[in-house]
């Protein structure tokens, strides 16, 4: 909820006076205008887009809520609030489009009324701007049109007219990190592999977009930012308001500061740097436009700096959890033929990620008949490279449960069952090689949901002897080999001093087998 709060708010962040949603009657927002057709046709447009798009948010936040309630219909949910969203970034891209034409329109009738206003200096263009006016959009105002030279204004109103597709950007990537957030649920929660690879690839996906839409964002607000920020500069040097400059300078490198304070801690470094420097550049906005006597623009940005306040922008990181789903099955005895010419014993399934333990009934130099096996169930086999049959019985998440059916099997007459794990897809005969040699195989240090490193964690793995920093997909970081355990364990006390909050673990590999998988 704390999320949609925030898209709800994020229209307000341009300066433009917001449209009711409740009815289509509408008022001019610059007196004069009421006759232009066109004009007041496109605030009707507003005001439609805008109660189309509340009542879409509406059905989404009930569907969040069945979506918490109802688990059984997660996925119906989920694709619900997904078709909501992308609603409503048409309507917003629609709106958009709506309102840098209002923009435009309002834009020509103030530069037109201007021409026949004069002034000698920009302290006498504070004091003689007429009501009318005065707009609540500070950019509009005439003081920038008369005394910043036309290209630089120019600059300034398309920064203006930016804002909005700055705003859109922002509220696209928050809608993409609530769907993100939705999908790592789903994907914890998943039942199947089939189920769980789909609910992956579509947050792979949504999480390109997000890059894209942040690279976006980062262009479109730099844009926007250094021409504000060179438009209010110059006019403040031209009145002489060096005190008023050099509080700006102050909030800006206390802003700077924060930003690269917070530099890998969030989802997204640049939605920070939006929303500190966005603050930033609105305080000085307000106090522009008090030192050019613009009340209607203060009122205005102080109600922008209140939203600014509310919102939480330092989101956390979202990620998943890979899951392998390994299929367990327990050992159970049956008196009637479970495998037969038509349901023959299969070949055993060699899982690439995960452990499993199976236990290992016999060996032997040529297929087996199933009546040899005394009903057990479930069955599978491997042939060697050598060319031996090797027969399994179950399949266990734990050593504990194998040794368990083990004795079972004892029990059962079975000669000389053995224990079998793989790890990875490495097999291993517990009875032959009962624990892996950590010497020969080393270990790892794994740093799972980080899209970038921390550079006092790249410090600390740089000072690390003879390993390697690579990145596995998106999120995961691999710093390895170790060849002695207490030094990986060294160097992960270390990165996890850098930050607690980090997902820091040390992985011991496989040992070098003395028969891998056939």
């Known amino acids: 909820m704390r999320l949609l709060n925030l898209i709800a708010t994020l229209s307000l962040l341009v300066g433009v006076s917001a449209v009711s949603a409740q009815e289509l009657r509408v008022e001019p927002r610059i007196a004069g205008l009421e006759q232009n057709e066109e004009y ?35 996925n119906r949910y989920a694709e619900q609030i997904m078709q909501g ?47 009318s006016l005065r707009r609540r959009n500070l950019v509009q105002n005439r003081p920038f049109r008369e005394y910043l030279a036309m290209p630089d204004y120019s600059a300034l109103l398309r920064a203006q007219r930016r804002e909005m597709q700055a705003v859109d950007l922002v509220n696209r990537y928050m809608a993409n990190y609530l769907s993100l957030g939705e999908l790592s ?111 209607e623009s203060v009122d205005s940005l102080q109600g922008v700096t209140a939203q600014l306040a509310t919102i939480d922008f330092k989101l956390p990181r979202v990620g998943i959890e890979q899951r392998y789903f390994l299929q367990y099955d327990t050992l159970r005895f049956v008196s009637r033929p479970h495998y037969t010419a038509a349901n ?26 199933v009546s040899i096996f005394r009903g057990t169930v479930p069955l599978s086999y491997v042939v060697t490279e050598e060319g031996k049959w090797r027969y399994f019985a179950g399949g266990f998440a734990t050593e504990e449960e194998a040794v368990e059916a083990q004795k079972l099997l004892k029990k059962k007459g079975f000669a000389k ?70 030094e990986a364990d060294r160097t992960a006390e270390a990165i996890r001093a850098v930050d607690s909050a980090l997902d820091v673990r040390v992985k011991e590999l496989a040992p070098a087998p003395s028969e891998q998988n056939e």
């Open 40 to 74: 007041m046709s496109l605030l009707r447009e507003d005001s439609r887009l805008q109660m189309r798009e509340d009542s879409i948010a509406a059905v989404i936040v009930r569907a969040r809520q069945l979506l918490r309630e109802d688990a059984a219909n997660l």
């Open 85 to 131: 969203e992308n609603r409503i970034f048409e309507l917003r891209t629609a709106k958009g489009r709506v309102i840098d034409r209002i923009n435009t329109i309002e834009q020509e009738w103030v530069l037109h009324h201007m021409d026949a206003v004069t002034s000698t200096s920009p302290k006498e263009t504070i004091h003689t701007t007429p009501d």
């Open 185 to 295: 649920t789903a994907y914890a929660a998943a039942a199947t592999e089939d189920e769980a690879i789909d609910l992956q690839e579509r947050f792979q996906a949504l999480e390109q977009l997000n890059e894209k839409l942040s690279d976006s964002l980062a262009t479109s607000w730099n844009y926007i930012y250094d021409n504000k920020s060179y438009a209010y500069d110059y006019l403040m040097e031209a009145l002489g308001k060096e005190p008023l400059l050099d509080r700006q300078s102050e909030r800006y490198s206390a802003a700077m500061r924060e930003i690269v304070s917070q530099e890998g801690q969030t989802a997204s470094d640049v939605l920070v740097d939006y929303f500190v420097r966005k603050r930033a550049l609105v305080e000085y906005e307000t106090d522009v436009a008090k030192e050019l006597a613009l009340q």
């Open 344 to 369: 023959p014993i299969p070949e055993t399934t060699i899982y690439e990620h995960g452990t499993i333990y199976r236990i290992l009934v016999g060996t032997f130099s040529a297929k087996r008949p």
């Open 417 to 486: 069952p053995q224990v079998a794990v793989w790890v990875d897809g490495v097999y291993r005969n517990l009875a032959e090689e009962p624990t892996p040699s950590v010497t020969s195989s080393g270990c790892r240090i794994e740093i799972h949901g980080l899209d970038a490193l921390p550079e006092g964690v790249r410090e600390i793995i740089a000072a690390a002897e003879g390993v390697e920093l690579s990145k596995v997909g998106a999120t995961l970081f691999v710093v390895g080999t170790f060849t002695d355990k207490a």
